[in-house]
């Protein structure tokens, strides 16, 4: 009787939640990918006819007569592609030493310096970017620094680059990556640390075989967190690199908002989607897995 009791109680808790999942995620999913494979309506929205080629106009199976293929679009989704990637790579270098660092503090020092990580939270994205647009224009915060101390003799032109937007997805995803590195180093067995020492190894040959095996998963799931939300991103690249660096997530604006081509849109987020989706994979089989057996 109680058994049958908890299952009520519990179908009646998880109702509300899957339903509004349901509705209001795998739904739009659903409506999103639907749509890639309808025919482009002359003047905005959808034409309920089966039409493959939007994802032509991207992998080069274009028919030809309506749909061309254009490298160029191959091209901005590969750039997204080596700019997450990339991203994940700056911040994992900056979090990592940072981690360590701080899980070496006593608990009151490591609970301000985490409170001061994740302050940004509180002010808003565009506002942040704007701060990086004055720090990084030619008469910005950054070059008068620099002319004023006589390192360079011009301004740098680095705004509206790639390293532009490198700098504003670092600055806004660093504690996706360092929240899991901590999490993972704070959770490390320095007795093991004290046997690897003690057995003769130095410094950097325990970091190798002891800290960084024992840290891996804390590595993947910061890796996941900020791959995802670099790859899809449009505001960085729209405010740090305007036409100059386009990624998928601004074509996807354009689609959508200028061009009213909700299909290749939708197309494009189903790309972005596979990708993001294998990455996730990777991650629970590799290392997920091995986290859940620890």
């Known amino acids: ?98 981690a360590l660092w701080v899980s070496g503090l006593s608990v009151r020092w490591r609970t301000f310096v985490v409170f001061i990580i994740t302050l940004p939270f509180f002010v808003s994205l565009v506002v942040r970017l704007f701060c990086w647009v004055l720090i990084l224009r030619p008469s910005g915060f950054l ?18 680059t790639e390293t532009a937007v490198l700098i504003g997805m670092a600055y806004i995803l660093l504690p996706f990556m360092f929240l899991p590195l901590y999490a993972s180093i704070e959770k490390l067995d ?36 900020v791959f995802i939300p670099s790859l899809g991103n449009f505001i960085v690249p729209d405010l740090l690199g305007g036409a100059k660096v386009l990624m998928i997530g601004n074509l996807v604006e354009q689609q959508f908002l200028s061009a009213r081509n909700w299909p290749f849109g939708s197309a494009l987020s189903v790309m972005i989607m596979l990708v993001m989706f294998l990455a996730i994979v990777i991650y629970l089989r590799r290392i997920g897995r091995s986290e859940i057996v620890r």
């Open 190 to 225: 320095y007795s093991l640390l004290e046997a690897s020492s003690d057995l003769g190894a130095n410094p950097f040959q325990t970091f190798l075989r002891v800290t960084l095996p024992s840290t891996l998963p804390g590595i993947a799931a910061g890796a996941v967190l």
């Open 1 to 98: 009787m109680a058994s049958k009791r908890d299952t009520r109680r519990l179908i009646a808790l998880l109702t509300p939640g899957t339903l509004f999942l349901g509705i209001f995620f795998l739904g739009p999913l659903a409506v999103m990918v639907i749509f890639s494979f309808l025919t482009p309506g002359l003047y905005g929205g959808v034409e309920w006819n089966f039409y493959h080629w939007n994802y032509g106009r991207i992998l080069g199976w274009a028919d030809g007569d309506w749909e061309e293929f254009d490298p160029v679009y191959a091209q901005i989704f590969f750039r997204s592609v080596r700019l997450a990637f990339t991203n994940v790579l700056i911040t994992l270098l900056i979090c990592y030493p940072a």
């Open 143 to 160: 070059n008068t620094t620099l002319l004023g101390l006589g390192v360079i003799s011009e301004p740098i032109d680095i705004i509206f």
